[in-house]
């Protein structure tokens, strides 16, 4: 049965503070190669958990040159995993955001960003929060493409629903469309993942062009956010199913 929760809020972009709701939990996960920053907020045994996998973050500066921490400016997953009102609810950065690791590189964030290492540790980050429950995956930007990657390694995982906001779902052709240098180090997705499934687009989107994520989604359900841009989602509404 599809259930339709509401999360409406503004989310007004980079701001200089951000403080979890009190009833988030901020806890490192320690993986094989990074200790990964998350908050969570699990308050019951018999529900499915929503996991929220954060962006590249502030991976290039303005100039297009790699930063020395890729720990996100833009606030916008972390408002709306705060705003989601499940009982069981968690937030997981990107390996060396927040928390650089004595293993991280460079390459963990720019080239390697979706290398078989980092699949491989947020894999471990994940399955130590689901914990054998049922999980909904959201990933927003290069976290979906990441998240989709999970998904397709790891069948053993109880995942019943993939959303993906402003997302990445084919590096190769992203890099090429910007002439950007391509991701070398990086896993593909291919195919998307074979379960229910929804696709957020901002409307206005100059990073995760509408015209690529179209194509992307090919058939699938394909949700366009009016007057929205890739960090300023004005108002979303997620679609959980469950």
């Not at 259930?3 to 409406?8: C, E, K, N």
């Not at 400016?73 to 499940?86: G, K, Y």
């Not at 929804?198 to 394909?222: C, F, G, M, R």
Request: hydrophobic residues 35%; aromatic residues 10%; proline residues 6%.
């Amino acid at each position: 049965m599809w259930r339709i929760l509401g999360l409406s809020l503004l989310l007004w972009g980079c701001m200089a503070t951000w403080i979890a709701p009190v009833d988030f939990v901020q806890q490192n996960i320690q993986t094989s190669d990074f200790e990964i920053f998350t908050y969570q907020k699990i308050t019951s045994d018999a529900q499915p958990i929503h996991i929220y996998i954060e962006g590249d973050g502030h991976a290039f500066d303005a100039r297009g040159i790699p930063t020395h921490d890729p720990t996100p400016h833009n606030t916008f997953l972390r408002n709306l995993s705060a705003s989601d009102t499940h009982p069981n609810v968690a937030y997981i950065a990107r390996p060396c955001q927040y928390n650089m690791s004595d293993s991280c590189t460079q390459s963990d964030w720019t080239d390697g960003r979706f290398s078989q290492k980092i699949i491989d540790n947020m894999t471990q980050a994940v399955k130590t929060i689901a914990h054998n429950k049922p999980v909904i995956l959201i990933g927003y930007s290069g976290g979906a493409l990441l998240s989709g990657l999970i998904i397709n390694q790891n069948p053993d995982i109880n995942i019943i629903q993939w959303i993906t906001i402003a997302g990445v779902l084919n590096h190769t052709d992203w890099t090429s469309y910007f002439s950007d240098k391509p991701l070398t180090k990086s896993a593909e997705l291919n195919p998307l993942p074979q379960l229910p499934q929804t696709h957020y687009i901002a409307e206005h989107d100059n990073v995760v062009p509408n015209e690529l994520s179209q194509k992307w989604a090919k058939n699938k359900n394909l949700i366009t956010v009016p007057n929205a841009t890739h960090g300023r989602l004005s108002k979303i509404k997620l679609q959980f199913n469950h």
